[in-house]
């Protein structure tokens, strides 16, 4: 892969473009591959997450005056997986990404979603050694912060959840009640399905390895259904 013809299209020029490389090596393919001595992306990941969280967080403080609870719930909008995973979507990270063959294949778009964000925090981390803090925070600002605006008009720091509740209340006034429809798998390894009402009514069902992540599942579905 052309990882010059990537930086460029980043606007970054590398002094050591391996490390842009090792950025988007995923685990599955040093294990497929072992051979080739190369290694994955999870220590620069590490590395980019922290530099992500405080330069998100600094330019939070300087340019806004709300309380600790606003400005985290904005800060978890802009850094969680899903809008991380659409940061690499937009920069075409997936095009260079390497994993092994199965992982390639694997439609499982939660998956997905998760290796495409974690290559963001890699890349942001393979910036912050080859190139410094300020070159860093500049590739955050121009690809993570320029989000921000349309987060905070479109309010979607408001998770799902709180998001139906509200609508809910003023729409029918009804509190959405969760319930848990089915749940499998051993201990180590739960699965959930729960589903969220209004009174009686079943308005729809989500799934998830806990019973949060399967209540804002069925919570994301349900504004959907609603189109609320």
Do not use: C
């Given at each position: 892969?052309?990882?010059?013809?990537?930086?460029?299209?980043?606007?970054?020029?590398?002094?050591?473009?391996?490390?842009?490389?090792?950025?988007?090596?995923?685990?599955?393919?040093?294990?497929?591959?072992?051979?080739?001595?190369?290694?994955h992306n999870e220590r620069l990941e590490f590395l980019g997450d922290a530099v992500l969280e405080l330069?998100?967080?600094?330019?939070?403080?300087?340019s806004f005056d709300n309380p600790e609870g606003e400005l985290t719930n904005w800060r978890a909008a802009?850094?969680?997986?899903?809008?991380?995973?659409?940061?690499?979507?937009?920069?075409?990270?997936?095009?260079?990404?390497?994993?092994?063959?199965?992982?390639?294949?694997?439609?499982?778009?939660?998956?997905?979603?998760?290796?495409?964000?974690?290559?963001?925090?890699?890349?942001?981390?393979?910036?912050?050694?080859?190139?410094?803090?300020?070159?860093?925070?500049?590739?955050?600002?121009?690809?993570?912060?320029?989000?921000?605006?349309?987060?905070?008009?479109?309010?979607?720091?408001?998770?799902?959840?709180?998001?139906?509740?509200?609508?809910?209340?003023?729409?029918?006034?009804?509190?959405?009640?969760?319930?848990?429809?089915?749940?499998?798998?051993?201990?180590?390894?739960?699965?959930?399905?729960?589903?969220?009402?209004?009174?009686?009514?079943?308005?729809?069902?989500?799934?998830?390895?806990?019973?949060?992540?399967?209540?804002?599942?069925?919570?994301?579905?349900?504004?959907?259904?609603?189109?609320?």
């Amino acid at each position: 892969m052309d990882f010059n013809k990537l930086a460029k299209q980043l606007g970054l020029k590398f002094k050591n473009i391996e490390l842009l490389n090792q950025a988007l090596i995923h685990r599955s393919y040093i294990n497929e591959h072992p051979e080739e001595n190369l290694s994955h992306n999870e220590r620069l990941e590490f590395l980019g997450d922290a530099v992500l969280e405080l330069v998100v967080t600094e330019h939070l403080f300087n340019s806004f005056d709300n309380p600790e609870g606003e400005l985290t719930n904005w800060r978890a909008a802009l850094v969680n997986t899903n809008s991380l995973a659409d940061v690499a979507e937009a920069i075409e990270l997936n095009d260079y990404i390497m994993l092994s063959k199965g992982e390639a294949q694997d439609d499982n778009t939660k998956a997905r979603s998760y290796i495409l964000a974690d290559a963001v925090e890699a890349v942001i981390g393979a910036v912050y050694l080859d190139q410094g803090f300020e070159a860093a925070k500049n590739f955050i600002h121009k690809n993570i912060i320029i989000k921000l605006p349309e987060i905070l008009e479109k309010k979607l720091y408001i998770d799902a959840k709180t998001k139906f509740q509200e609508a809910a209340q003023e729409k029918v006034a009804f509190t959405p009640v969760y319930k848990v429809e089915k749940e499998w798998g051993p201990a180590h390894a739960k699965h959930f399905e729960i589903g969220v009402y209004l009174g009686e009514e079943l308005i729809a069902t989500g799934e998830g390895t806990n019973k949060q992540e399967a209540q804002m599942a069925a919570a994301e579905k349900a504004l959907e259904i609603k189109k609320w």
